[in-house]
């Protein structure tokens, strides 16, 4: 049960991490050099639309494998590594509420009424929030795999 407990985790983790990585390094600089900013913005919001949906189900995952996963250990002796990763990983699940719940949001109405400039300045706003979680979940992956 444990393994197949930690495979689901590992699959919601490589989900989110896999989709950071896309966006920051093949489609926004592609999108930027290659489509005017109506395009551009309206195509992000609705590529994030849909990656952000699957990041809620990855959160979903990662939080209820990875309790499970802790609960079946004594914390005094696990890894110190697990606790980064915890608490790397909770911070990178409010961060992306918070870009979900603001940003995001305005990002979505502003293309929808085609006010560019209110939806250039929200996407500006999600990218370093990305950029900020995308490097927590690689310190995440390191905590846990070098720090026992």
């Given at each position: 049960?444990?393994?197949?407990?930690?495979?689901?985790?590992?699959?919601?983790?490589?989900?989110?991490?896999?989709?950071?990585?896309?966006?920051?390094?093949?489609?926004?600089?592609v999108v930027?050099?290659?489509?005017?900013?109506?395009?551009?913005?309206?195509?992000?919001?609705?590529?994030?639309?849909?990656?952000?949906?699957?990041?809620?189900?990855?959160?979903?995952?990662?939080?209820?494998?990875?309790?499970?996963?802790?609960?079946?250990?004594?914390?005094?002796?696990?890894?110190?590594?697990?606790?980064?990763?915890?608490?790397?990983?909770?911070?990178?699940?409010?961060?992306?509420?918070?870009?979900?719940?603001?940003?995001?949001?305005?990002?979505?109405?502003?293309?929808?009424?085609?006010?560019?400039?209110?939806?250039?300045?929200?996407?500006?706003?999600i990218h370093?929030?990305?950029?900020?979680?995308?490097?927590?979940?690689?310190?995440?992956?390191?905590?846990?795999?070098?720090?026992?």
């Amino acid at each position: 049960m444990h393994e197949w407990i930690k495979f689901f985790h590992l699959v919601a983790a490589i989900v989110w991490m896999g989709g950071m990585s896309l966006v920051i390094l093949a489609l926004r600089p592609v999108v930027i050099a290659q489509m005017s900013p109506p395009e551009r913005l309206a195509l992000m919001s609705a590529v994030l639309s849909r990656f952000f949906v699957m990041v809620w189900l990855s959160i979903a995952l990662i939080l209820a494998s990875g309790f499970w996963m802790m609960s079946m250990t004594d914390l005094k002796l696990a890894p110190k590594g697990w606790h980064a990763m915890s608490g790397l990983g909770l911070l990178m699940c409010l961060i992306f509420a918070h870009i979900w719940f603001s940003p995001f949001r305005r990002l979505k109405a502003a293309v929808q009424a085609s006010d560019w400039p209110v939806a250039a300045k929200a996407l500006g706003q999600i990218h370093p929030l990305v950029v900020t979680n995308f490097v927590l979940g690689w310190l995440a992956v390191l905590a846990v795999v070098v720090w026992r």
